[in-house]
T-cell receptor, first 114, second 111 residues
Framework: ETGVTQTPRHLVMGMTNKKSLKCEQHLGHNAMYWYKQSAKKPLELMFVYNFKEQTENNSVPSRFSPECPNSSHLFLHLHTLQPEDSALYLC?????????????FGSGTRLTVV | EDKVVQSPLSLVVHEGDTVTLNCSYEVTNFRSLLWYKQEKKAPTFLFMLTSSGIEKKSGRLSSILDKKELFSILNITATQTGDSAIYLCAVEAYNNNDMRFGAGTRLTVKP
């Protein structure tokens, strides 16, 4: 375990469903991130939170809705997704926003939209 | 626009071979370049490089950065099947709040 825990590990949902992805870290980090990883594509940054305030929304469709109730927890609420949204969704955290030295990643949620 | 390009996209070798993975970048206000290994799902940190010409080494893995030619290489000597993974390169800039990733190199080491 990396210290960043994501649940569920796998999720299959229909296009009309509503589901949520959860990310939790107890590393004392202040910044948290959502990334999307599609096959053969670079990781795409979706959202950035710093001290539970959203600092970046990287032109993500509104069918993805993030929530950060505190610095340790991050959610990604999903609703009316499309099949092309199927991907691995990775959560990451870092000590501070833009802190040099890389992030700690969770194991991701493999999402399949049918 | 900032970009990070990794090559090759995939590579198949046999145990004992030496491999070199490449990462080139175009980033404004470059701060550092990082390598990650992604075996199953969670990318795990390997190296962070900030200065040209200084080799970072960890066991059979080593990496070096060339800030003039804007690239980095990751070397793995005496490869083992456990080295099979996707290797990700990412670049940090001073004016950004995130890292820009390449598409990764998928390395398969056969027994």
């Amino acid at each position: 375990e990396t210290g960043v825990t994501q649940t569920p590990r796998h999720l299959v949902m229909g296009m009309t469903n509503k589901k949520s992805l959860k990310c939790e870290q107890h590393l004392g980090h202040n910044a948290m991130y959502w990334y999307k990883q599609s096959a053969k594509k670079p990781l795409e940054l979706m959202f950035v939170y710093n001290f539970k305030e959203q600092t970046e929304n990287n032109s993500v469709p509104s069918r993805f809705s993030p929530e950060c109730p505190n610095s340790s927890h991050l959610f990604l609420h999903l609703h009316t997704l499309q099949p092309e949204d199927s991907a691995l969704y990775l959560c990451a955290s870092s000590q501070d926003l833009g802190s040099q030295g890389g992030y700690t990643f969770g194991s991701g949620t493999r999402l399949t939209v049918v | 626009e900032d970009k990070v390009v990794q090559s090759p996209l995939s590579l198949v070798v046999h145990e004992g071979d030496t491999v070199t993975l490449n990462c080139s970048y175009e980033v404004t206000n470059f701060r550092s370049l990082l390598w990650y290994k992604q075996e199953k799902k969670a990318p795990t940190f390997l190296f962070m490089l900030t200065s040209s010409g200084i080799e970072k080494k960890s066991g059979r893995l080593s990496s070096i950065l060339d800030k003039k030619e804007l690239f980095s290489i990751l070397n793995i000597t005496a490869t083992q099947t456990g080295d099979s993974a996707i290797y990700l390169c990412a670049v940090e800039a001073y004016n950004n709040n995130d890292m820009r990733f390449g598409a990764g190199t998928r390395l398969t080491v056969k027994p």
